[in-house]
């Protein structure tokens, strides 16, 4: 996101607004710098334009929105008729905006500065264009959306539309209170209805699809008005949403939510700076959760994966989120886990890359997924996740002493075994392996931007990939579920198979994959076997799955501490030194939080116990420049040539992996 949109995030719902609390609909695209502005439910924007004007003109922003308790959803800012320095302003401004599920809800106040009486015109220019998340992101795609219809009609206050799309569309006399828009494709229907108390004197067409509501306000001698403003979100064949009756409302909601989030929650008190980065990641993990369903239909709770591109389940960011946090929020393990489960493969689906067993990738929503004009309702372009499901399966078992989960999902857990011996690749080529996928992502490990996966010079691995990383999850999976066949399912002879198999990956991998030369594991094998080249941050992750034997782990944590890796906020993705190196890349030189977080659990495993505290350290001191908070990735740059972290400008401002990632520390380094 740019820095000049500040967002509000609950659930399934977030709103991105400017500086002076207005959305205009102009945000860019994923490529273009700005992330969207608008309020968005389920993939959607069900806001495209909410901007004031004050006496027919744009006001002057005093006091910019404040996000400061963007935990709790609010935003407050402070406006004023534009003057100059010989007229002070007649009236002041205070808009204070939040989101709860499905709605975003604005209170906005004029106060007058004048010691008589003072008249204000208001007008807010609101419109809906209900653009599907996708069509905004620079994918170089275009979508056709034949027989498509926007409409809009004035709602009364009885809450029933009329009247027709004329230039004026009511007055306060005939009891009306907003305007609802309206969208329709086929069997595909979504609207969003804004409301005022007091409703607007008319509704004024603009010329295009957006509409004016308009007021003229009556203020006493240093008097104030106020007008509540709100607009509900109804996506396709969802519930509507219960829409609170002011911000101050939504707050309350919000800390409610929050405070039973944290509850139990123990934080260090030897680290300030540790402690106020994982209460600031449980805060925003509180309002990053989204709904989900689980195998009997009933309603879980997931960690969403990031604002503003992903506020939705990908199985692989809610896993790791579930991971990090399973030591002090153990319920999001107990949710993602089932939730998973219900949305495992039974079947092969070629366009979404499913298979039997494995564990999906990504759902969504919106209208493209749902006419399969994107590949993502629910798709499976993931090798790793369906490891990583049995990785968290079996620490939570472990964690709880909770058997009951490990017995429920039993099936669920063994097909995901099969999935990794058969169409995973484990048997027939003994490591899990991925195909480009034309229509979705060229890489499916947890890199998975094109050409993320290469040789150091830059090239990209051809052929069918095995990634480094996702062997040593499935190693670690291997493991987990044969513990959990051995002392809960009491199947000593699956137990057994497993234990060996394991075994047999382990071996296989420290000769296939170890660069002598190098002295560091390859990044991964092509399709012919050859070994990708590039010095990558992947082979910390084999640290925390316990692929490596000693000798070797601590060799490869030391390595991955010199400055050609470790920038001082955190180690880069590649190696800096390398043709492939790039600072700015998303996957190829950049600083990801989590994927630190897993690297400092790693060195700890391995009692590199100072080397995992320099990355703790590192981590830490950049959230500090953030008020507690770690982005999703940040710039390559050197700490030595850069004082703060240089962000990376397409990142997602909340995230869950990074939110969590503060608490994985904390399990790494334990507080010291």
């Not at 075994?503 to 994959?513: I, K, N």
């Not at 700890?604 to 770690?630: F, S």
Request: charged share 20%; proline share 7%; net charge negative.
């Amino acid at each position: 996101m740019s820095d000049r949109h500040r967002l509000l995030v609950r659930g399934r719902t977030f709103a991105a607004v400017g500086a002076g609390g207005d959305i205009s609909g102009v945000g860019g695209v994923r490529g273009g710098g700005a992330g969207p502005d608008g309020l968005f439910v389920r993939d959607a924007r069900h806001l495209s334009r909410w901007q004031l004007t004050v006496d027919g003109a744009v006001p002057e922003v005093l006091a910019p929105v404040d996000t400061s308790e963007a935990g709790a959803g609010a935003a407050r800012c402070v406006l004023v008729p534009r003057g100059g320095r010989q007229e002070p302003p007649a009236y002041t401004v205070l808009r204070e905006q939040a989101v709860s599920d499905g709605a975003f809800v604005e209170a906005l106040r004029v106060v007058s500065n004048r010691p008589v009486p003072t008249r204000v015109h208001i007008a807010l220019t609101v419109d809906a264009d209900f653009t599907d998340q996708f069509e905004l992101r620079a994918d170089h795609r275009t979508y056709a959306k034949q027989g498509a219809v926007r409409s809009r009609r004035p709602i009364h206050e009885e809450g029933e539309g009329g009247g027709g799309d004329e230039g004026r569309e009511g007055r306060r006399g005939a009891g009306l209170a907003g305007v609802e828009f309206r969208y329709r494709r086929g069997e595909w229907r979504a609207r969003t209805a804004v409301t005022a108390d007091p409703g607007p004197d008319a509704v004024e067409e603009t010329g295009g699809g957006a509409r004016r509501l308009v007021w003229t306000l009556e203020l006493e001698p240093h008097g104030s008005t106020e007008v509540a403003l709100s607009a509900a979100a109804y996506p396709h064949e969802a519930a509507g949403p219960r829409v609170p009756g002011s911000p101050a409302e939504a707050v309350r909601q919000q800390a409610a939510c929050q405070a039973d989030f944290v509850s139990g929650v123990t934080l260090p008190t030897r680290w300030p700076a540790l402690a106020d980065a994982c209460a600031r990641g449980l805060a925003d993990l509180a309002v990053l959760q989204v709904p989900a369903p689980g195998p009997d239909g009933e309603e879980l709770r997931v960690p969403g994966a990031g604002v503003p591109w992903f506020l939705t389940l990908l199985g692989r960011d809610a896993l790791l989120t579930s991971l990090f946090t399973l030591p002090y929020v153990p319920r999001l393990a107990a949710a993602t886990l089932p939730a998973l489960a219900a949305t495992q493969a039974a079947e092969a689906v070629a366009g979404a890359v499913a298979q039997p067993g494995k564990i999906v990738h990504e759902v969504r929503q919106g209208e493209l997924a749902h006419f399969g004009q994107v590949p993502f309702g629910r798709y499976y372009g993931s090798v790793d996740a369906t490891p990583l499901f049995l990785v968290l399966l079996g620490a939570y078992t472990e964690h709880t002493g909770d058997r009951a989960l490990a017995r429920r999902l039993e099936p669920a857990a063994r097909a995901a075994v099969g999935w990794m011996l058969d169409h995973g690749g484990l048997t027939s080529r003994g490591y899990l392996v991925y195909r480009a996928d034309e229509g979705g992502l060229a890489n499916q490990n947890w890199k998975d931007s094109p050409g993320a996966i290469c040789s150091a010079d830059g090239t990209r691995a051809s052929g069918p990939v095995m990634a480094a990383g996702a062997q040593g999850y499935a190693y670690d999976a291997l493991c987990r579920t044969a513990w959990l066949a051995r002392t809960v399912w009491d199947d000593t002879v699956y137990a057994d198979l497993l234990a060996q198999t394991a075994g047999d990956l382990r071996d296989r991998f420290q000769r296939d994959f170890w660069m002598p030369g190098q002295g560091f594991p390859a990044l991964a094998l092509d399709g012919e076997g050859r070994q990708v080249d590039a010095l990558a941050s992947d082979a910390g992750h084999l640290l925390w799955s316990g692929l490596l034997d000693k000798e070797y782990g601590e060799t490869v944590g030391r390595r991955l501490l010199e400055p050609d890796f470790f920038s001082g906020w955190g180690v880069r993705t590649v190696a800096a030194g390398q043709p492939a190196f790039h600072p700015l890349s998303y996957h190829r030189g950049s600083v990801w939080p989590h994927d630190n977080a897993l690297i400092a659990l790693g060195l700890a495993r391995y009692g590199l116990h100072d080397e995992a505290r320099t990355v703790a350290r590192a981590l830490i001191c950049a959230a500090g420049t953030a008020d507690g908070r770690l982005p999703e990735v940040l710039a390559g740059y050197d700490k030595g040539a850069y004082p703060v972290p240089v962000p990376y400008p397409h990142a997602c401002v909340l995230e869950s992996r990074s939110a969590a990632a503060p608490l994985a520390l904390l399990t790494a380094v334990g507080g010291a």
